[in-house]
């Protein structure tokens, strides 16, 4: 069937706000989308009927308790898992420091871990850290500056017996590039007995999820990126959980995944992300109506996501290449990449570019977007950085349209 953007578009409150009668064109989504009415609606509920802590034998509590034990089976559902194998935290980079510092009690002076020059700096910089205090040994996987593309043929060479993790970024949240998961999680079996870390905030936007079949240890998200509220997700593979001596409070649970959950949650994001899961659930249904339960009506949802995606990516590429003063970073097409573009414009720094679009109503980035060492590969520090502009699937042809022609406007 056609994507029914129309109705999309009716469940996202922000899409109807204008600055001085002119709309809003939210290309800002690889920093955080807009959040759907669903969630909304349900941290208002939540907030409205009566808060409480966990744990109680009175309404407000028995009732967050079973807010708390949905929301953990909507991101089960979303990810293909099982509820006590996940652990909501502040987000994705304070889980990666938690649970990085809990890996390492085991680790020894010399043995070695694998970060990318690819990844966002949560899934760098928690590493180096524990290195540095452990005296471990890092090694770092390089990409292809011209394709965007990590070069996977040097992985074997890096993974040895002395490997203990292997940190990958699904998606690249600068240049876009999806990562290969499935080579790469076979090449760490083979070669080592090393865990292997996924962070996949800029995939779990576009991309259906299924832990079971990526064969990753653990996986992180943020849900403030898939439409929903400002909280971190953390699934770990239940075998490597099980032996994780977390960092917490004596009294505190030790049970699955929930040992890393320090401290009183937000219930309202849990709440947010019961909402954010019917969402998803609902056009799951719209785009493919019967199907017998919401695991497969949300994998409907982000199939007909990439799709309705890949269409305005396409335009999107075909308007930049247009422009001769335009450089656009990573992959060339839509194959393996999710709707994140960065790009250059000569004689025009990336800040300024910005602020053109911002001008217009059109938001966008300039950066590095914490993928440091990305950009150091790139040689564009000293020129701030690149352009990053993303969509998501409430985005129009016609905003795409807007954007080349705003570009137009700036180059005359």
Known sequence: MTFPIDAVRRRFPALDVTDDDRARIYLDAPGGTQVCSDAIDAMRRHLALGAANAGGVFATSCAVDSLSRSAHQAIADLIGADPDEVAFGANMTSLTFAVSRALARDWRSGDELVVTRLDHDANVAPWLEVAEDRGLIVRWLDFDPATGRLQLDSLPGLVSDRTRLVAIGGASNALGSIADLDTIVRTVRRESQAL????????????????????????????????????????????????????????????????????????????GIIGMADYLEWLGEMVSPGLANRRERLSAAFEACETYEAELGSALLEGLAKFNS???????????RVPTFAFTVEGHSPSDVVRHLADRGIFAWAGHFYAVETIVRLRLEAEGGLVRVGLCHYNTMAEVDLLIAALADLLG
């Open 326 to 336: 335009v450089r656009v970073y990573g992959p060339a097409d839509m194959t393996d």
């Open 196 to 271: 292997v870390y996924v962070d996949a905030v800029q995939l779990a936007p576009h991309v259906a999820l299924d832990v079971k079949a990526l064969g990753c240890d653990l996986l992180a998200f943020s849900p403030y990126k898939l439409f929903g509220p400002h909280v971190g997700v953390l699934w770990c593979r239940r075998e490597v959980a099980d032996r994780l001596r977390a960092y917490k409070v004596r009294a505190a649970s030790s049970r699955g995944m929930a040992r890393f959950e320090t401290g009183t949650p937000s219930f309202e994001a849990q709440a």
